[in-house]
């Protein structure tokens, strides 16, 4: 196996060279083969050096994902280019202050004209972490969008684990549900890439659409997936209508949220022979726990457990007093990784977020995650929340996280999101909105009772809204609080 120390561009032209006419990526039902995926990257490392011939100068690149976006993104790498990924529903001013932030001179799509970048030149030429590859985005769903640097040498770190841990390989084929701009797509495209997988991309336009992901997964015979919740709950109500358990699927990843406990229970009906996961990690650190999930657990306040460091990664768990939770208790999550990144590009957001150890006991560096977290009797760890995503009604603190899940519980809620409004008595009063199940009834009247059977009083949201389409969603996959009250 290459080390992390060889390119991954390096990595998956060997596929190329050595494996020409296996199929790499799947869109729209046709197939492109590593032969032509090589072919595809080197055309964009010709149009890379007409636009940017400085190879030290990143890169802007707007992630429309499509095979084309796959090859540019390759070029970059093999030319071990710093390229910025912009998510596709960032704003357009949103998106070129970003790129002016990295540096950028040109923002580039998969195809068409490059957009010039008005950055000033001090800007330009600012110094960004050495061996920096991709630059990811923050959802900015606390504050506005953070750069990410990751350098390539963590990249190929987390690479050289996730292949062995999921059985990656010629033969397997991933299914990539997420935006490429979002850091799940280093694992179910890059390192699939890296490992001469088969590669089935989703387009984001049916993302949200189970009986369209139930169709690619069985046409495809998609063999490891890797998804957020919501994509689990919307494959569950479509493969039951169907009656079409997936019976192919090998290992399926679920991250980037708590599983609600009506999408557990259908678990193994839905994977009947595959290992299921439920993997935690930040766009900062890349994963950093995993748990395999069994349809016998128990799924109790928190959700499931985020499970156990993987190989290589350091984990604390600080109270409010900054002391250590050793045994049953709540706090803060502190993690170092080997996949982590230096910190963000603008050092001045979130300053505290990269720092040594919090207790001083060695010298590398941590992420203080900003995710509350319990810590159980049993060593096992749960995730509660955001520290952040703390709020005061009437003068209790109310943690919105604890809301949703509560919500999540209902048997008839695929997505659930919760945010503060104006309120003329108390000042701010929490608004729940909801998606429910197809062809469910439920309504705002027997989600208030649902919620006050379990909620303290003051967690039981003022008003409720219940529809039947998708909620909206960051660049990173989850609720956008911040777009609740104008739906």
């Not at 406990?261 to 009947?272: F, S, Y």
């Not at 748990?291 to 350091?314: A, K, M, N």
Request: proline share 7%; charged share 25%.
């Amino acid at each position: 196996m290459r080390s992390d120390r060889t390119p991954l561009g390096e990595r998956i032209l060997d596929q190329a060279r050595d494996r020409p006419a296996a199929p790499a990526l799947v869109w729209h039902g046709q197939e492109t083969s590593y032969g032509h995926l090589h072919h595809r990257t080197q055309a964009q490392r010709t149009r890379l050096e007409r636009v940017e011939p400085e190879f030290d100068r990143p890169l802007g690149i707007w992630a429309a994902k499509s095979p084309e976006a796959v090859a540019l993104v390759l070029a970059c790498l093999c030319d071990e280019r710093p390229f910025l990924l912009l998510p596709t529903d960032l704003p357009s001013d949103t998106a070129t202050d970003l790129a002016r932030k990295a540096g950028c001179r040109f923002i580039l799509p998969a195809t068409g004209d490059p957009e010039q970048v008005h950055t000033p030149e001090e800007w330009t030429r600012q110094r960004i972490p050495d061996g920096t590859t991709f630059m990811l985005t923050t959802s900015g769903s606390t504050g506005r969008p953070k750069i990410v640097p990751l350098g390539g040498a963590a990249v190929g770190r987390f690479m050289d684990w996730a292949g062995p841990a999921f059985d990656l390989g010629p033969g397997t084929t991933v299914l990539n549900h997420a935006p490429l701009s979002f850091d799940l797509c280093l694992f179910d495209i890059w390192t699939s890439l890296a490992h001469g997988a088969r590669v089935v991309l989703v387009d984001p336009e049916y993302a949200a659409q189970g009986r369209h992901l139930l169709k690619l997964i069985v046409t495809h015979e998609v063999t490891v997936m890797q998804a957020v919740p919501m994509a689990y709950g919307l494959l569950l109500d479509a493969a039951r209508a169907a009656d079409t358990p997936l019976a192919g699927v090998r290992h399926a990843i679920v991250t980037g949220d708590v599983l609600p406990e009506r999408t557990h229970a259908g678990l193994t009906w839905l994977l009947p022979r595959a290992r299921a996961h439920n993997v935690y990690g930040c766009t900062e650190t890349n994963d950093s726990f995993r748990h395999e999930i069994t349809g016998t657990e128990t799924h109790r306040d928190g959700g499931l457990p985020i499970g156990s460091p993987i190989p290589g990664v350091r984990a604390l768990v600080l109270d409010d007093n900054g002391e250590e939770v050793t045994h049953a208790g709540t706090g803060e999550l502190y993690v170092c990784t080997p996949f982590q990144s230096e910190g963000y590009l603008d050092r001045g957001l979130r300053s505290d977020a990269f720092l040594s150890h919090p207790l001083g006991r060695d010298e590398r560096q941590w992420y203080r995650t900003g995710d509350l977290v319990r810590r159980e009797a049993d060593g096992s760890i749960r995730l509660l929340g955001r520290v952040d995503f703390q709020v005061k009604i009437r003068g209790v603190a109310v943690n919105l996280a604890e809301v949703e899940r509560t919500l999540l519980s209902h048997p008839d809620v695929l997505e659930a999101g919760v945010t503060t409004v104006p309120d003329p008595v108390a000042g701010r009063a929490l608004l729940s909105v909801i998606r429910r199940t197809q062809e469910s009834e439920l309504t705002s009247l027997s989600l208030r009772r649902h919620c006050v059977q379990r909620l303290p009083r003051a967690f039981v949201p003022t008003n409720f809204r219940v529809l039947d389409e998708a909620l909206p969603r960051t660049s990173t996959g989850k609720v956008d609080r911040t777009a609740l009250d104008r739906l």
